[in-house]
């Protein structure tokens, strides 16, 4: 469950990139400026560089129905 909690922390952020480009428009630096802002705000976590957050949004992309996705995963039965 730990792996797809994470994954659906990465989705999310991804969907809310995507959310805040389409607000803002293209060119307003929404990665780099919410990278800046979540390190500043969690600097003991890794991983929220601009590129990471690069690659939230394109998995989001990727997967627009990932809740739905998730759901069915966690029905499936584990060993």
Same mark, same amino acid.
Not at 12 to 41: F, P
């Given at each position: 469950?730990?792996?797809?909690?994470?994954?659906?922390?990465?989705w999310?952020?991804?969907?809310t990139?995507?959310?805040?480009?389409?607000?803002?428009?293209?060119?307003a =630096?929404?990665?780099?400026?919410? #990278?800046?802002?979540?390190r $500043?705000?969690?600097?003991?976590?890794? %991983?929220?560089?601009?590129?990471?957050?690069?690659?939230?949004r394109?998995?989001? =992309?990727?997967?627009?129905h990932? #809740?739905?996705?998730?759901? $069915?995963?966690a029905?499936?039965?584990? %060993?």
């Amino acid at each position: 469950t730990a792996n797809s909690q994470l994954l659906a922390s990465y989705w999310e952020v991804g969907q809310t990139i995507i959310q805040q480009e389409n607000e803002e428009g293209w060119g307003a =630096k929404t990665v780099e400026r919410l #990278s800046a802002d979540l390190r $500043a705000e969690f600097e003991d976590m890794k %991983g929220l560089s601009a590129r990471n957050l690069r690659y939230m949004r394109e998995f989001a =992309k990727a997967y627009p129905h990932f #809740s739905i996705l998730q759901q $069915a995963a966690a029905k499936l039965p584990f %060993g």
